[in-house]
């Protein structure tokens, strides 16, 4: 199959879509980018890559970071990591607080903020301080993704600034005990890791080892056994779009993963890793165009988990 040019191809057939969607604004740091900007990149466990557009322009990575952090905790934990964030769709959007207070303050899935923020809990209760985990998650991405990766201090101020309902997520999760550290050292681990940013090129790489059974095909560093692999790619593929999951689903028939700064990464499980960007949002907060670009790739070769 000639990837190059399905690749061109999609970046040709998304064209007439620019005039829809809307850049997120409630993080106002995040208006700042270019809504034209389109980026599409495809590695396969070979180490064989396609890109198309504008593949090593840097973005915001966001919710996308929660992929990297959940399959941290989830190797450091294990199963007792359930116990306090579920694998449940929510149906709700991203920054819902309404199913917390009824459901005691466990989040439904890791990938809503919720899940998220006790993520990050976890990995500043390992690690002892924000700092510490900061500088872990980092490592962590920088390995996987051979890149030597910095955070936008602009977007994490902004968001420290504005991130009322992160705040309230957290407090309300706090009053049910299903966060162990001070408040302010969760939030800034949460937050710094949404203010990195990466590539399509660097994030395809990067969410290689989801494809391979957890292990890096490229270096053969084991960072998930088969059974953890398994179960992050099947909350991607449940949970990873909120409450569009079901729809990215239908659409496009693969594990993915979106962020509000415009980037989706999908995964075909024993073949590739896939990073799409374009930072124009629909109603749920995921790429417009990111998901009809994928829609367009699993339709032309095929390629879906069903
Ligand atoms: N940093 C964003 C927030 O907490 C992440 C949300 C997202 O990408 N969906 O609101």
Same mark, same amino acid.
């Given at each position: 199959m000639d990837y190059q040019k399905i690749l061109e191809e999609i970046a040709d057939e998304i064209k007439p879509l620019f005039s829809q969607g809307k850049v997120a604004d409630y993080i106002p740091a995040l208006?700042? =980018?270019?809504? $034209?900007?389109?980026?599409? @990149?495809? !590695?396969? +466990?070979? %180490?064989?890559? *396609?890109? =198309? %557009? #504008? $593949?090593?322009?840097?973005?915001?990575?966001?919710? +996308? $970071?929660? =992929?990297?952090? *959940? @399959?941290? @905790? /989830? #190797? +450091? *934990? !294990?199963? $007792? /990591? *359930?116990?306090? =964030?579920?694998? !449940?769709p929510s149906g709700d959007p991203f920054n819902s607080l309404v199913q917390l207070e009824y459901e005691n303050g466990i989040p439904r899935n890791p990938f809503i903020n919720a899940g998220a923020i006790v993520t990050a809990d976890t990995l500043v209760s390992k690690y002892k301080n924000s700092k510490k985990a900061f500088q872990e998650i980092k490592r962590f991405i920088d390995e996987i993704s051979s890149a030597d990766i910095t955070i936008n201090e602009e977007v994490y101020h902004s968001e420290l600034k504005y991130g009322f309902r992160n705040m309230a997520l957290v407090n309300l999760m706090k009053s049910f005990k299903n966060i162990e550290n001070d408040i302010d050292e969760v939030m800034k681990t949460y937050f710094k890791q949404c203010s990195f940013e990466m590539s399509t090129n660097e994030l395809a790489k990067a969410m290689l080892y989801l494809a391979n059974h957890g292990t890096h095909p490229l270096t053969n560093k084991k960072y998930l056994n088969q059974s953890q692999a398994k179960r992050v790619n099947s909350l991607l593929l449940t949970c990873g779009h909120y409450d569009a999951s079901g729809d990215f689903a239908f659409r496009v028939g693969l594990p993915g993963k979106s962020g509000v700064g415009g980037g989706i990464v999908a995964i075909v499980p024993k073949m590739m890793a896939l990073c799409v960007y374009s930072p124009k949002l629909n109603k749920q907060g995921n790429s417009l165009i990111g998901t009809k670009a994928l829609e367009l790739f699993t339709t032309k070769t095929g390629l879906s988990i069903f």
């Open positions: 208006r700042d =980018v270019e809504p $034209s900007d389109f980026a599409m @990149s495809v !590695e396969f +466990i070979d %180490g064989s890559v *396609y890109n =198309v %557009g #504008c $593949s090593k322009k840097k973005f915001s990575i966001q919710s +996308i $970071s929660k =992929v990297f952090t *959940y @399959s941290m @905790s /989830l #190797c +450091i *934990y !294990e199963k $007792s /990591l *359930y116990k306090r =964030v579920w694998h !449940e």
